[in-house]
Each structure stands twice: as structure tokens, then as C-alpha cells.
């Protein structure tokens, strides 16, 4: 077991410019979460997949952003038009979760995404 | 909405000897979990405890462990003998599965410690 992985790990890009990043979850984890982090601040979440349908969104996470998880497996981020504010670091989680259970999620290193 | 407060936003502890951690926790929900998590300089955030709300007995995990006070909101972690690799940003975290769909993390803005040589 390899644990989350996240690329790229930096990210540095101009203002008005469309990104992508991409998670590798854990082998056979059904869940798979987005966190977006600001310096010095705690993590936020953004959106989670359950297999390959998501669930969930955050009001944070605007139009602009797009996630998705083709066959359950990676998941990408896709933000567009990139604005100033979105520089953070991206987190991504995963776990496995049976029914009316809640489990521990795993982090990957993030992205960290620099807009100029 | 749930909410999760650090009060504390650095601290620092000689090595070897105990340091807490303050978090509190605002939730009309009886049923749900609470974490701790490390983030080191490197930034992966690593899970250091968790506690089930249902259960009485407070977690422990070797140097690590927790004082749960389900009605006063409050989850404190304690670490024994602590290490210089034990600096990092401790972040306190909540989840329910009542909310949302797939249990998602509320966290507080975190506890920078540093452990002195």
C-alpha cells in the first residue's frame, strides 16, 4: 500500500489559466475527498466521491471548479480561469467506508498551486 | 453548522515532557467521531487519534492520548515524552455521519508545536 498520491505537487500558473491536478487513492477505497488549504489555516472541504458518483459539493467550490472520478479509481480537479484567491494547497483523502459508518481518511502531500 | 476551535495557535514544550492541546467543538449531533491530525513541515497530514462521541473511554495511542468531555465539547490531546519529531501543526477535526453524505471533516484552525531540544 502505496498511500495517497498527489500530482503535481507544485503548481504555478498565471491568472485566467485552467489547471488540472490528479489523486491516486488508496487501492479499494470507495471514498475519496477534496480539501483545499490556505496558509496557516485549517483544511476545508470541497467535494467527495463515493466510487465514482459525487456526493457532495461545498459552496466553496464555484463554477470554475470541476471534479471528477472516472471508474471509481483517481480522481481529478480541474480549476478554470484561475484567479489569484485559488492559490492554496489542494489536499486529496481517501478511505474505505462500509454502510452508516464513518471512517478515518488518509491524505496525500497535496498540490500546492501558486497563481500569479 | 458545525464548527471546531483551536484556541491556541502555537505552542512549545521541552522535549520529554507533556504538552496539550486544546479543541472545542460546537454540534447538535449525538452521534460522531473526532480526530487529531498532524501536519509536519513537510505538510502531509498524518492521523495522529480518533474518538468515537458513544464511547466513554478516552483514546490512547502510545505518547498520544485524548481527555473526551462529551458535554462540555471538549477534546483535548495530550502528548507524553514529547519529541522533537512531534513538531508540527496539530489539527483538531470532527465528522458525523448525520451530515452530508460521505462524513466529511470540519477542522480547526490548528496548533503550531514546537518541541525544544
Known amino acids: 500500500d502505496t498511500g495517497v498520491s498527489q500530482d503535481p505537487r507544485h503548481k504555478i500558473t498565471k491568472r485566467g489559466q485552467n489547471v488540472t491536478f490528479r489523486c491516486d487513492p488508496i487501492s479499494e477505497h470507495n471514498r475519496l475527498y477534496w480539501y ?34 472516472p471508474k471509481g479509481s483517481f480522481s481529478t480537479l480541474e480549476i478554470q480561469r484561475t484567479e489569484q484567491g485559488d492559490s492554496a494547497m489542494y489536499l486529496c483523502a481517501s478511505s474505505l467506508a462500509g454502510f452508516a459508518s464513518t471512517d478515518t481518511q488518509y491524505f496525500g502531500p497535496g498540490t500546492r498551486l501558486t497563481v500569479l | 453548522a458545525q464548527t471546531v476551535t483551536q484556541s491556541q495557535p502555537e505552542m512549545s514544550v521541552q522535549e520529554a515532557e507533556t504538552v496539550t492541546l486544546s479543541c472545542t ?40 492520548s485524548v481527555n473526551f468531555q462529551k458535554a462540555a465539547k471538549s477534546f483535548s490531546l495530550k502528548i507524553s515524552d514529547s519529541q522533537l519529531g512531534d513538531t508540527a501543526m496539530y489539527f483538531c477535526a470532527f465528522a458525523s455521519p448525520a451530515i452530508g453524505a460521505g462524513n466529511m471533516l470540519t477542522f480547526g484552525g490548528g496548533t503550531r508545536l514546537m518541541v525544544k531540544p
Open chain 1, 36 to 69: 483545499r488549504q490556505t496558509l496557516g489555516q485549517g483544511p476545508e472541504f470541497l467535494t467527495y466521491f463515493q466510487n465514482e458518483a459525487q456526493l457532495e459539493k461545498s459552496r466553496l467550490l464555484s463554477d470554475r471548479f470541476s471534479a471528477e472520478r
Open chain 2, 25 to 64: 467543538y460546537d454540534t447538535s449531533e449525538n452521534n460522531y467521531y473526532l480526530f487529531w491530525y498532524k501536519q509536519p513541515p513537510s505538510r502531509q497530514m498524518i492521523l495522529v487519534i480518533r474518538q468515537e462521541a458513544y464511547k466513554q473511554q478516552n483514546a490512547t495511542e502510545n505518547r498520544f
